[in-house]
């Protein structure tokens, strides 16, 4: 079974997901956007092997500390999609603009593509293409575990900002309607910041994409 333990991180308080198979205890880390020793102490302090660095999409909050880690800890980075490039390139320029550490820009190990798996241990874990917060915005699915972890691109009642360079609200209802809703009502989702929720409440609550309210043309 896929495990998690949720280490809001950064002043935005990202959720920052530590991910591991239980089998092997092989864990990776969803979204590393800072706090590097808090993290690690996490991996220690449950016995963990930390295997791979995970990432939803580039912004500063959810990617920050991925370089530094990689490069300390000799550890792949897998994702998030080709479109978010100019995100990664961008971050030295977003750790200023936003008064975080110094973010170490990077080369992805890996890119991920809609349909992709990811192995962790003995976990197999699915990808999805979800742009619309961003073009390269990805989210992971565990089918065993019924979670997903999907970044920025849905909340607990709300969905995610579309306002900065390469969003694009369109997109980002069909990522959340066609790739986000066929994984179950009772699929359980880690969003990007605050609380956890299910599919099916926000399909019958959510004000931006409950069933009724994209009935009504919104
Ligand atoms: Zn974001
Ligand atoms: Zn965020």
Redesign the pocket.
Known sequence: MLRYEILPVTP?Q?NCSLVWCDQTQEAALVDPGGEIPRLLAAVKARGLTLKALWLTHA?I??AGATGQLAREHGLPIVGPHPGDQYWIDGLPEQSRMFGFPQAEAFVPTRWLADGDTVQLGKETVQVRHCPGHTPGHVVFYSPTAQRAFV??VLFAGSIGRTDFPGGNYDQLIASITQRLWPLGEDTVFIP??GPESTFGQERRSNPFVADAALSRGR
């Open positions: 935005f990202q912004h909050d959810h970044g920025d990007g910041h």
